[in-house]
C-alpha cells in the first residue's frame, strides 16, 4: 500500500469491518472515533519490507543459501529489481526460482542481518533509523497507550448514530 489513498482506503475498511463485526455481536454502538484508535497502517512505502529492510548483498545470500545448488541470484538481478517499475512483483519472480523461496524462509535468513542492524542502531542511538525497528518501536508505543486487560470505549452519541443514518 505504497499510497496514502490506499492506506487511508484500507484502513476505512477495516474499521468498518470491527465496527460491523461488533453490531453483529450485538454490542453496543461505539464512537467511530475510538474504534479508529484501533487500526493503524503502516507501509515501507514503494518498496517491499525486504526491499525496504536489507541491501541487495543480504537479499542475494540470504535467497542463494536457502536455494543450495538451484539457481542463484546475484545482488545485481535484486537491484534491478528494486529500480523496476515493480519492485514488489520483481521480487516475487526471482523468490519463484527454482527452487521457490518463501517470504517466510527469507526473513527467517535475513534474520542475522536485521540483528546486527538493530544492535549497531541501538549502541549509535538511532534505533528510528532502522526501518523495521521503527515498526516495532511505533507498535509498542500503541500497545502501551491501551491499557491491559480490559478497557472502554466511548459510546456512540445519538447524534452521531442519527447523523450516520442520514
Same mark, same amino acid.
Given at each position: %500500500?505504497?499510497?496514502?489513498? /490506499? ?11 470491527? *465496527? ?13 472515533? *475510538? &474504534?479508529? /484508535? ?10 517491499? %519490507? $525486504? ?40 521480487? /516475487? ?13 527469507? #526473513? ?10 538493530? *544492535? ?11 526501518? %523495521? ?7 509498542? *508505543? ?12 466511548? &459510546? #456512540? ?5 442519527? $447523523?450516520?443514518?442520514?
Amino acid at each position: %500500500m505504497a499510497t496514502s489513498a /490506499k492506506r487511508n482506503q484500507q484502513r476505512r475498511h477495516l474499521v468498518n469491518q470491527i *465496527e460491523t463485526a461488533l453490531k453483529f455481536a450485538s454490542g453496543p454502538t461505539v464512537d467511530r472515533q *475510538e &474504534l479508529e /484508535k484501533l487500526v493503524e497502517i503502516f507501509s515501507w512505502g514503494q518498496l517491499p %519490507m $525486504e526491499f525496504a529492510n536489507f541491501t541487495d548483498r543480504e537479499l542475494a545470500s540470504g535467497i542463494n543459501r536457502l536455494r543450495g545448488r538451484g539457481t542463484r541470484v546475484s545482488p545485481g538481478d535484486l537491484a534491478a529489481a528494486r529500480k523496476s517499475r515493480q519492485p514488489g512483483a520483481s521480487l /516475487k519472480r526471482i523468490l519463484k526460482g527454482p527452487p521457490v523461496v518463501g517470504k517466510a524462509e527469507l #526473513a527467517n535468513a535475513l534474520w542475522p542481518y536485521l540483528d546486527r542492524r538493530v *544492535e549497531r542502531a541501538i549502541n549509535r542511538r538511532a534505533l528510528h533509523r532502522v526501518p %523495521m525497528a521503527a515498526l516495532v518501536l511505533r507498535a509498542v *508505543e500503541l500497545a502501551t497507550e491501551w491499557p491491559r486487560g480490559s478497557f472502554a470505549f466511548k &459510546l #456512540a452519541s445519538s447524534k452521531s448514530l442519527q $447523523e450516520r443514518s442520514n
